[in-house]
């Protein structure tokens, strides 16, 4: 499980450390682990060039001391000092002694640049004089590893409104941040110096979250016991968003699948263990409801909705039940059952009233607890939160999930793993994790290169996603 912490939380936990360990102690211990993974970036290290741009405060001097440890192994090292008079004074003194070099630009045989410009407390795009540096950097295609994070890009939102570092790597200490998930670090790594920290409440599955949550048959387990997942979405006109949102709840390893529509003939002939009806009158017992694909909004979809709500199930309300749900909110009122949304940023502005801002995480977090249900906000980044509860992140890294239906694929499997008894927020994480990793397996099948993928090739990569994962 990834946790990640606010600056101020990282801030208080170094505090005690601070106060306890020799003065600079804590500053080396960061800037030895910056080292070992920027002599890993560079594979070799002697006869090598390394060059920190350097500000001022403690995220500049660990850039001096990491690459006074890396000359200390036999590299060229080489500083700019962005403001001199305020530089790091004992990581400047150790880094002058090594034999490193201060310079006004970029030495032209640089192999490796090191971004310690600003850290955590920082705020606001590169100034003109870093601008200028890094525009230089990117000109001449030398890599860069950003300490902490990348200069110009917020700690808590990943964005950036003006010039900014884009790192291969950042190496970052303690625990992760927001930005670590929202912003543009290539890859990341996370460097233990010792840190006490809370317990975080903004959290990320893994592959190993997945696996030890996703619900599989025992011994004494039957089609009752694994769940029914009842599903209303689609229609005979439109019977698309039916097939996949049934099809996934199936691929999800519901332990039956009930349909209630006019799509119902379509939904069968695609998938014959669904249990189909033309209407949820006649549907029978579920333990999960899937409403709003390809619905539509009239009063027929309208009375769908409100029956699954009235019920004591779960209800995953997506695509046109969300329009509906925008124009009454009342609808989730009260509700004491789970009930998840799951809008993209268009559904998300209609029912919040504003499109997702910068802060995707306070906005997600604003409109769970205003309605009191679960909200996932797609996106490549998707956002997961709880009323009064964890902030869940799942990071895609690609937008290969991005077609049409994709989303009707989601809820399936959402749906399915509520039916199971998983609790709200994590079922739905856990099958954000899954449908980003189907996407991506979609995408690069049947070779190496990734291609142009659908909704439906994602729905049959389900089983290859789960099977790389349990």
């Known amino acids: 499980m990834r946790s990640y912490f606010t ?10 450390l601070l106060a ?25 290290v002697a006869g090598r060039t390394v060059c920190a741009v350097v500000g001022s405060g403690d995220n500049g001097g660990d850039a001096l001391w990491a690459a006074t440890f890396l000359r200390r192994r036999g590299a060229g090292a080489a500083a700019i000092l962005l403001n001199p008079a305020k530089a790091h004074a004992k990581a400047l003194a150790a880094f002058l002694r ?16 090191i971004d310690g410009v600003v850290g955590i407390s920082g705020s606001g795009p590169l100034r003109p004089n870093a601008a200028a540096v890094f525009a230089a950097v990117e000109q001449a295609g030398v890599p860069v590893v950003a300490v902490d994070l990348p200069s110009g890009v917020d700690v808590h939102t990943g964005a950036a409104d003006g010039p900014h570092v884009r790192p291969a790597l950042t190496v970052t200490f303690g625990g992760l941040k927001p930005v670590h998930a929202f912003g543009d670090c290539g890859r990341v790594e996370l460097v233990d110096i010792g840190l006490d920290l809370p317990p975080a409440d903004i959290l990320g599955f893994d592959a190993a979250d997945v696996a030890a949550r996703w619900p599989l048959p025992g011994r ?30 199936v691929a999800a390893h519901s332990g039956m699948v009930r349909y209630a529509g006019t ?38 979809a309208a009375a769908a909705l409100c029956f699954a709500l009235e019920s004591d199930v779960p209800v995953i309300v997506d695509a046109d039940a969300l329009t509906m749900l925008a124009a009454h909110p009342d609808l989730v ?66 937008s290969w999930a991005a077609t049409a239906g994709s989303g009707d694929v989601l809820s399936g499997i959402i749906g399915a793993l509520l039916a199971s008894g998983l609790a709200a927020g994590e079922a739905a994480a856990a099958a954000a994790f899954v449908h980003a990793r189907a996407a991506r397996a979609a995408a690069l099948d049947p070779g190496p290169a990734p291609a142009p993928t659908s909704a439906s090739r994602i729905l049959a990569h389900i089983r290859t996603a789960l099977g790389s994962i349990l």
Request: glycine content about 12%.
């Open 333 to 398: 009122e009260g509700r004491r059952a789970p009930t998840v949304l799951t809008p993209h940023a268009g559904e998300f502005a209609r029912l919040s009233g504003a499109a997702p801002g910068e802060d995707r995480v306070a906005d997600t977090r604003r409109l769970a607890d205003r309605l009191g249900v679960t909200v996932l906000l797609k996106g490549y980044l998707t956002v997961i939160a709880e009323p009064g509860g964890p902030v869940h992140l799942n990071v895609a890294g690609q």
């Open 263 to 300: 799509a119902a003939a379509e939904v069968v002939s695609h998938w014959p263990e669904v249990i189909a009806t033309p209407g949820y009158a006649t549907v029978g017992r579920v333990q999960s409801w899937v409403v709003g694909p390809g619905l539509g909004t009239d009063e027929t």
């Open 7 to 16: 600056a101020q939380q990282i801030r208080d936990a170094e505090a005690p």
């Open 220 to 249: 004494r387990d039957d089609k009752y016991t694994q769940g029914v997942t009842g599903v209303m979405a689609g229609s005979s006109t439109y019977p698309g968003a039916a097939i996949l949102c049934t099809g996934a709840a």
């Open 98 to 113: 090594a034999g490193g070099r201060i310079v006004e630009t970029l030495p032209a045989a640089t192999d490796l640049v």
């Open 20 to 44: 306890s360990l020799p003065d600079g102690v804590l500053m080396r211990r960061a800037a030895f682990g910056l080292a070992t993974a920027i002599a890993r970036e560079l594979g070799a």
